[in-house]
């Protein structure tokens, strides 16, 4: 027998009174070696941006490893207990956001398999009654996204939306469009 | 194949099994598109969601707190030097998981209006007195049994332009993350006997009727301090996973 869960409700308009901290889209101090920067822009059915919205990602190490219990493979080498993992960022007036970060490692599904790497999105905004849930994936890891369980379980013309688009040195651009044509793909979780 | 200390399977070695989070009964969530609060329309997902298997993004999670909390900030009445106007309040309970499970060394953060229905924020344009000695934001980490505990003012109904004469009844914003990605909430509770819950499609979006009573703080005559805060109880419940066999027959 299971309770039922407290219902999800909105961040509503006010939420970067409290949500937002000054470091929080910063998974790794900017200037790391190897430090990405993921950035992009969330928008609404109408194509316009959404300002009050908030981004947070969660990810594996570059090792592909997760310093948390519930990881079953067991303590992490002591260089991947510094990795947060997370990261969080409100949009802008124009509706961007940016993420800095280590590339994750790929993963193993437990059952023989590999996902290649990504990361895990969530976002919330007025007008957004519960999360969205989706995936950043990475434009230079072709081998990996084709044979991705997740990617190849999406239809084939829209996988592209889970595909960042490579926007110059150590940059990457990951738009989320929540409508329309070009929809980003969604996950039910 | 290399068995770990806590026995189970390490990289490399392929086979390992992961916990199953339980899904939301039909009703229990507020559905993404939800025409009674007008905004959603432009900003719920047009394509049928696709299934994500839970693997290990989303059984592990982060797991913040330390370094982001201090004592103070549970305490909103005393942040700003002076005492702020209003009834002071406690609000207190227990996070768990649908197991019943308590969820502990989690980070909860609120955000609220003052006693007279303002948020200090920039975009906020109410014609309702900021209060110089109330900010409206809180976090506090669970204990071990998954308590947190927080001193407040009661917060304020405002206007809002969703329908001629919106109010939205008095609420407070809580953030959690639970112990992994599956878990994350963000909600709102809300007081008992407030007569703007009837009005209001934000609370009423979530269509089952006793998960909706699930925002809803009990009042709590025990926990009040005398001569000095009322009290109210808002338990958060968040998912959890299936139960083994072991654990169903040994509750």
């Known amino acids: ?189 | 194949m290399t068995v770990s200390e806590q026995g189970l399977i390490v990289p490399g070695s392929g086979k390992f099994d992961l916990p199953e989070y339980l899904k939301p009964q039909p009703g229990n969530h507020p559905p993404l598109d939800s025409p009674g609060y007008k905004s959603t329309g432009l900003r719920h997902p047009g394509q049928p969601l696709v299934l994500l298997p839970q693997r290990l993004t989303e059984v592990t999670g982060p797991l913040l707190g330390d370094e982001l909390v201090t004592m103070a900030d549970a305490d909103l009445t005393t942040q700003r030097g002076g005492e702020p106007q209003g009834q002071r309040i406690i609000v207190f309970g227990q996070v768990r998981d649908s197991g019943g499970r308590p969820v502990p060394d989690t980070l909860v953060e609120i955000w609220q209006t003052n006693a007279a229905g303002r948020y200090r924020h920039a975009r906020e344009h109410h014609p309702a007195p900021l209060d110089p000695n109330f900010d409206g934001v809180g976090r506090a980490i669970t204990d071990a049994g998954g308590r947190y505990r927080f001193i407040t003012v009661a917060p304020g109904s405002y206007p809002w332009g969703n329908h001629y004469n919106a109010w939205r009844p008095a609420h407070i914003h809580f953030s959690l993350f639970g112990r992994a990605f599956t878990q994350r909430l963000v909600t709102q509770m809300y007081f008992p006997g407030d007569p703007l819950l009837a009005y209001d499609p934000i609370y009423n979006s979530v269509t089952d009727q006793a998960a909706r009573l699930g925002m809803v703080a009990e009042f709590s005559m025990d926990d009040t301090q005398p001569e000095w805060a009322l009290a109210y109880r808002f338990d958060i419940v968040l998912r959890g996973p299936r139960q083994s066999v072991f654990e169903e027959a040994h509750p």
């Not at chain 1, 998974?27 to 992009?40: M, R």
């Not at chain 1, 994750?104 to 969205?132: Q, Y």
């Not at chain 1, 960042?164 to 990951?174: K, S």
């Open chain 1, 1 to 189: 027998m299971s309770e039922l869960l407290t219902p999800s409700q909105t961040v509503g308009p006010y939420f970067s009174m409290r949500l937002p901290w000054p470091e929080g889209p910063c998974v790794v101090p900017a200037g790391t070696p190897g430090a990405i920067t993921i950035y992009g822009r969330l928008t609404d059915g109408a194509g316009d941006p959404i300002p009050d919205g908030l981004i947070e990602t969660w990810q594996a190490s570059p090792e592909g490893r997760f310093a948390h219990p519930g990881d079953p493979r067991g303590p992490v080498p002591d260089g991947d207990k510094a990795f947060r993992g997370f990261g969080r960022c409100p949009t802008g007036h124009d509706g961007t956001y940016k993420i800095v970060t280590l590339k994750p490692g790929g993963l193993p599904t437990g059952d023989g398999r590999a996902e290649a790497p990504h990361v895990d999105v969530s976002v919330f905004a007025r007008g957004m009654l519960d999360r969205s849930v989706t995936r950043i994936y990475f434009p230079d890891e072709a081998a990996a996204n084709d044979a991705d369980p997740v990617l190849q379980s999406v239809p084939a013309g829209r996988r592209a939306t889970l595909i960042a688009a490579p926007a110059g040195e150590n940059l990457l651009r990951f738009d989320i469009r929540m409508q329309g044509d070009d929809e980003t793909v969604f996950f039910d979780l």
